[in-house]
């Protein structure tokens, strides 16, 4: 059974048109990651909360934003997406930060932008 | 700086053959190196992880083993299949992340 939950799998929008990507988890781990994977790159991390404390990274674009409702749901909310924005948006989970937990993936949302 | 080198970025080899993936880090304090295999169009999976304390791990086909001197570590695959055909990610963890090398697309030829 998934254990990080990923919907949509893929997600047309429109130029400047808001999206919300969704991640849910049963683990009930503390932490959750955003990333953006581009077509033969590397996942880039993109910010994580630690229970509700959010971080970004600092080369995220303001474009970029995050919540975190509850332990189980993560959303990445990109408020006006551009061409560039296209990607594979990964959420990934760990059981704490200090202790170098695995991360957990989830199979992601592909988003294409019209 | 947060930096994880990759090599090769491909790698074909025989069936049966084995494979060797090499990665660098640039923070000493790092202290913790998971391989993440990544086929296409699906989630990256964790397929073994290494800690600063040991300096080789084993499952099965797969190896891992750690220089913590000359900050490096590298990922052993014996007895190549197929199946084992996909995109290879190292990574080592910063502070509270994990930075990720560029990938290696491993070919196993039939």
């Known amino acids: 059974d998934a254990m990080v939950i990923q919907n949509p799998r893929y997600q047309v929008t429109q130029f400047g048109k808001p999206v919300t990507l969704s991640c849910s988890q049963t683990?009930?781990?503390?932490?959750m990651y955003w990333y953006q994977q581009k077509s033969s790159q590397a996942p880039k991390l993109l910010f994580h909360?630690?229970?509700?404390?959010?971080?970004n990274e600092a080369d995220t674009p303001d474009n970029f934003q995050s919540r975190r409702p509850n332990t189980s749901f993560c959303f990445l909310d990109i408020r006006s997406p551009g061409l560039g924005d296209a990607a594979m948006y990964l959420c990934?989970?760990?059981?704490?930060?200090?202790?170098?937990?695995?991360?957990?993936f989830g199979d992601g949302t592909r988003l294409s932008i019209l | 700086g947060e930096n994880v080198e990759q090599h090769p970025s491909t790698l074909s080899v025989q069936e049966g053959d084995s494979a060797v993936i090499k990665c660098t880090y640039s923070d000493s304090a790092s202290n913790y190196f998971p391989w993440y295999k990544q086929e296409l169009g699906k989630r990256p999976q964790l397929i073994i992880d290494i800690r600063s304390n040991v300096g080789e791990k084993k499952d099965q086909r797969i190896a891992v083993t750690l220089n913590k001197t000359a900050k490096h570590f590298s990922l052993h695959i014996t007895e190549t299949q197929p199946e084992d055909s996909a995109v290879y990610f190292c990574?080592?963890?910063?502070?509270?992340?994990?930075?990720f090398g560029a990938g290696t697309i491993l070919r196993v030829k039939s």
């Open positions: 909360y630690y229970d509700k404390d959010f971080n």
């Open positions: 683990l009930n781990h503390n932490v």
């Open positions: 990574a080592a963890k910063y502070g509270n992340k994990l930075v």
């Open positions: 990934a989970t760990s059981r704490d930060l200090a202790d170098n937990q695995p991360q957990h």
